[in-house]
């Protein structure tokens, strides 16, 4: 009788492939930052939240926790993430030690097929205009206070 290792026992107790789990398991080398992407991504709306798949996120593994945070930095100026192509690229960079903000930020700026160009603003700026209790929420509940903001102020000119 073959001793099943841990991972094809998992496997076969949860009804994932080996790969599955082993991708799982890599999982848990990501700063939860970024594992909160993955999460997210898992649970909500695709079309709302910043999306990180599994297979991407299992590349960005790799990097140190350093890296990771610097390109978690760049993730939330950005409001980008890296697409799995990007994701090999960036994991290349980290191995050769050329990792850094500049090759992070020329990575993300890429224009993926499925993304729509985007407006960007100094936050700084929009904070100091912005009521303190909403500088608590949610960027994306910060997003719609703007643009509502924006259809009020259009419907006051005309």
Known sequence: MQKLTSIELIAKV??????????????????????????DTIIHDKRTY???GITTAVE????TKDEQKLLFASIEYEDLT????????????SQK???DFNSLEKILDEKK???????TFN???????LPQE??????????QYIIDAIKFYSNKMH
Not at 82 to 93: S, V, Y
Not at 113 to 119: E, L, R, V
Not at 123 to 129: P, S
Request: glycine share 2%.
């Open 123 to 129: 936050k700084e700026k929009i904070e100091d205009v």
């Open 82 to 93: 890296p697409n799995r192509d990007q994701a090999i690229r960036i994991r290349k960079l």
């Open 97 to 99: 030690h050329k990792l």
């Open 14 to 39: 949860s009804g994932e492939s080996r790969e599955q789990v082993r991708r799982y398991i890599r999982l848990t080398y990501l700063i939860p930052e970024l594992l909160k992407i993955v999460d």
């Open 134 to 143: 909403l500088l608590k929420r949610d960027k994306r509940y910060i997003e």
């Open 60 to 63: 960005l593994s790799y990097l």
């Open 113 to 119: 097929g499925n993304q729509n160009d985007k407006i």
């Open 50 to 52: 910043l999306t990180l």
